[in-house]
């Protein structure tokens, strides 16, 4: 790794990653809530890939009813806190808001629906409970958002529900991989422990693997086979795989790390340990580049250079997430197609070929990859037994359930790779797909229904 250590101090750094959408006070949460015009139609309700019944939600922090309110966002996601943090809100919920069209400033719902979920979540009030055991259970696999949601719902069923995760803490990507100064670590796992809080059990440390054996261990691995036997039905939300390789000369130096890998170890806040170098040069233009880009500069970093093989216009990020880098002082190189990293033993620089091909250098000591997930086909079919399109996803019907009628599956494994509340919404689908399945019964939450 860079073996620069950063210039700034503790505190400038904690000031670097303070919340970019600080928490509303009670004067401007009254205040912006009285400003929602409580549309019947609600566009805000129908952008948001939940449902979650807006204009209801923020009426009830116009009367002081905050608990009420966190009520009506979990009940439609139960990742409502997290999702009040990291929702793309301004092409979503706010980007349909009418008052955007009529005085071009939408209600900040994103800063609303985190007003009331921080105070559920800081009373620790258990707002759901579990229902009346049905006598079937559910294994899920993986505990990001589609699994954290799946279980919350068949808890509420009635369902003994065993979600296996084989990292040390629930909560996936959540937990993982969001920038540090848009959700600190401790928001998904308290999201997790509600989760827990309706009677779903949680397997940490646990991978599940081919085969029909269970072996105990510092990872716990449980043969699929047994899973099949302990369990009803199974959701798989196991997510994407490993970044992608550049697959060049170069890629192994030290001093080449990839994004998500980067922003986990920023995650422990443990600053001074978080490898950095003095240039970083970050390939690629998603919303998880920007996440690394403004991070080392936030870090203390000299320069950071994303590196996009197209056009500034063909970036997949968002453009509110561009233009938090560029504020933070990110430099951009477009139409510049890595093709060999330099260094003996430890990055110095990379070459990168424009689009006629000419090749330059740009001199640095430290790469982040940024180019995607791998899908883990292999795991999908092989392992799972399900399968999968062309592109490594599992296939999967409107009820989220794959070619294994005991299996379903949902969230990024098989859409690719989308926003949390989309696999958030995923998971809410399978729940109910998964009790229509077993039971035949109808089931609706926050508008949706499987079934008909």
Known sequence: MADHITPLNITQIEANFADIAPPMTPAEALAEANRCLYCYDAPCTRACPTHIDVP?????????????????????????????????????????????????????????????????????????????????????????????????????????????????????????????????????????????????????????????????????????????????????????????????????????????????????????????????????????????????????????????????????AYDYEMELARKDGVEFLWQATPVEILGDGRVTGIRVADAAGVVSEIACDQVIKAIGQKKMASFFAETIGVAVDEKGRVEVNDQMQTSDPKVFAGGDCANGGKEAVDASQMGKLAAMGIHYSLTGEKVAFAGAVVGD
Not at 91 to 110: D, F, M, N, S, W
Not at 132 to 159: D, H, T
């Open 56 to 316: 209801s939600f923020i009426k009830k922090i116009a009367s002081g009813n905050l608990i009420g309110s966190a009520r009506v966002i979990f009940d439609a996601n139960p990742i409502g806190a997290t999702c009040a943090r990291v929702c793309p809100v301004e092409v979503l919920c706010e980007g349909a808001c009418v008052e955007k069209t009529l005085v071009q400033r939408p209600i900040e719902i994103g800063r609303l629906q985190r007003y009331a979920t921080d105070k559920a979540l800081a009373e620790e009030k258990q707002i759901f409970t579990r229902g009346e055991p049905n006598g079937k259970s559910v294994g899920i696999i993986g505990s990001g958002p589609a699994g954290l949601s799946c279980a919350f719902y068949l808890a509420r069923l009635g369902y003994e529900v065993i979600v296996y995760e084989r990292r040390e803490l629930a909560g996936g990507l959540d937990t993982y991989g969001m920038a540090e100064y848009k959700m600190p670590q401790s928001v998904s796992i308290k999201e997790a422990e509600r989760v827990a809080g309706v009677g779903v059990e949680f397997r940490l440390n646990t991978e599940v693997v081919a085969g029909s054996e269970e072996t105990l261990g510092p990872v716990d691995r449980v043969g699929i086979e047994l899973l099949r036997e302990w369990h009803d039905a199974i959701f798989v939300a196991a997510g994407l795989g490993e970044t992608n390789r550049l697959n060049i000369p170069g890629e192994d130096l030290e001093g080449v790390i990839d994004a998500l890998a980067f922003i986990e170890q920023i995650k422990g806040r443990d600053w001074k340990s978080v490898p950095l170098g003095k240039v970083a040069a970050v390939i690629g233009a998603g919303n998880t580049a920007v996440d690394a880009a403004t991070q080392a500069k936030r870090l203390g970093a000299e320069r950071v250079i994303m590196v996009y093989r197209r056009t500034e216009k063909d970036a997949p």
